[in-house]
């Protein structure tokens, strides 16, 4: 998943049900541009006055995620680096435990907290003001705002779904990711406050992204949200656990304040998985199998086959290939696999006619029973050769130009990996 602004993995600014990997942490920055024509402030009603000048001026906040035993994410946040005049540094925490995790595809659910500090604002006497959901000190924000309720922004809980299915066949390899979710606290305060919010969910937030695999494990992530309050937009590019993105806050609104007003911003984020010690990377795009055809004979012969193309007595089974893609081959009672139309044994396919896929057979380090290394770990051989589902397993690496297949459902780090051996034969290797 992406880096949030300020609470860890996620989206722009809503979590996730997913966590991050075992031991891998991210490092994050984002800043963004807030400014509004004129600075209000609540009156005794309830209703705004102007206050001020034009307000505009650049924020900034980091935090830093933990990923511990594929469920659980905790971190710390450090929002606004200003001094005490203008409200200080606001500090927090944050958790989330992933009681499903959606793996490759299907549901996930998650529950999950942020906690972050009231501002200061030193000798002002600004009360007791409450965070808000941009993240800097506002002294117009209290618990006892007026028409407010009581104000509570510093503990928020909540429970997220998430809902994860790969992109269609036969296009760029890309997957689809849908979060819905409530919460209280920044989800959910300031609701009845008029300069604070224009729209209100009462703590309902959700989002969508679109992650598309460029291959050498980059990933472009392209995601829109609301989080309770704001509609948000941005774009992150993953270079292999480096990540880099643009995104804008309060798309709906017109300016009037500096909580109704479009926000734009930039983030960077370094993703390192502590348990293998290298960068964390993105979700690899199938490699293409490398063809290369002879050079073609000085005359032409056209070779004429007289054969029934009915369809021969046999069992039909279906194949799963190295390509990740099925074929249909019946198998005759004298044990030949027939390939068609036309049905032919596949052992006497001419040179040009092949099957699709990398094979392991007939390589040197299948052929040794050498152990194969996986991000950094070391499989090895098990049991007989074995029939798989296509539709059961996911391309996840490579090794020796021959390709690596995992179980959909499977966590990382995969304790089984499966070996195309011949067409519709795999060899499990299993973690050492």
């Given at each position: 998943m992406p880096s949030t602004l300020r609470y860890g993995s996620g989206l722009i600014d809503i979590p996730v049900a997913l966590a991050l990997p075992h031991l891998a942490f991210a490092i994050t920055y984002s800043g963004f541009g807030a400014s509004a024509a004129e600075t209000v402030a609540p009156d005794t009603p309830g209703e705004t006055i102007p206050?001020?000048?034009?307000?505009?001026?650049?924020?900034?906040?980091?935090?830093?995620?933990?990923?511990?035993?594929?469920?659980?994410?905790?971190?710390?946040?450090?929002?606004?680096?200003a001094d005490r005049e203008r409200g200080g540094r606001i500090y927090g925490a944050f958790g989330r435990l992933a009681l499903l995790r959606p793996a490759a595809r299907g549901l996930g659910l998650a529950t999950g907290f942020r906690y972050v500090t009231s501002p200061s604002f030193g000798d002002t006497g600004s009360g007791d003001v409450q965070p808000n959901r941009l993240g800097y000190p506002d002294w117009r924000v209290t618990r006892g705002a007026p028409d407010a309720g009581d104000f509570s922004g510093n503990f928020s809980p909540y429970l997220v779904g998430t809902l994860v299915f790969p992109g269609f066949a036969g296009s760029a390899p890309y997957d689809v990711t849908l979060h819905a979710g409530w919460g209280g606290g920044l989800f959910r305060a300031g609701r009845d406050l008029e300069f604070y919010r224009e729209t209100s969910s009462g703590g309902v937030f959700a989002g969508a992204a679109v992650h598309f695999g460029l291959g050498d494990r980059r990933l472009v992530n392209l995601m829109a949200e609301f989080n309770g309050f704001d509609a948000n937009a941005g774009v992150q590019i993953d270079l292999g656990g480096i990540r880099v993105g643009a995104f804008a806050l309060g798309l709906q609104y017109d300016g009037e304040t500096t909580f109704r007003s479009r926000k734009f911003g930039v983030l960077g984020s370094v993703a390192f998985c502590g348990g293998i010690r290298v960068l964390c990377r993105g979700r690899r795009a199938p490699a293409p199998d490398t063809v290369t055809l002879p050079a073609p004979p000085p005359d032409t012969v056209i070779v004429i086959r007289s054969a029934d193309s009915a369809v021969p007595e046999g069992t039909p089974v279906t194949l799963c290939l190295a390509t990740g893609e099925s074929i249909d081959v019946r198998v005759t009672e004298a044990g030949d696999t027939l390939a068609g139309p036309p049905w032919v044994p596949i052992r006497e396919l001419p040179p040009g006619l092949v099957v699709a896929g990398s094979y392991a057979e007939g390589r040197d380090w299948f052929d040794a029973g050498e152990p194969?290394?996986?991000?950094?770990?070391e499989y090895v051989g098990e049991g007989?050769?074995?029939?798989?589902?296509?539709d059961e397993i996911v391309e996840v690496g490579d090794h020796g130009r021959v390709p690596l297949f995992a179980g959909r459902s499977a966590e990382v780090p995969f304790a089984v990996l499966y070996v195309p051996v011949t067409p519709g034969y795999w060899q499990a290797y299993r973690r050492r």
């Open positions: 206050t001020g000048g034009r307000f505009e001026r650049w924020f900034s906040d980091g935090s830093l995620a933990l990923g511990l035993f594929n469920r659980v994410e905790v971190g710390a946040t450090l929002q606004h680096y194969i290394r996986f991000d950094d770990r007989d050769l074995q029939g798989l589902d296509c």
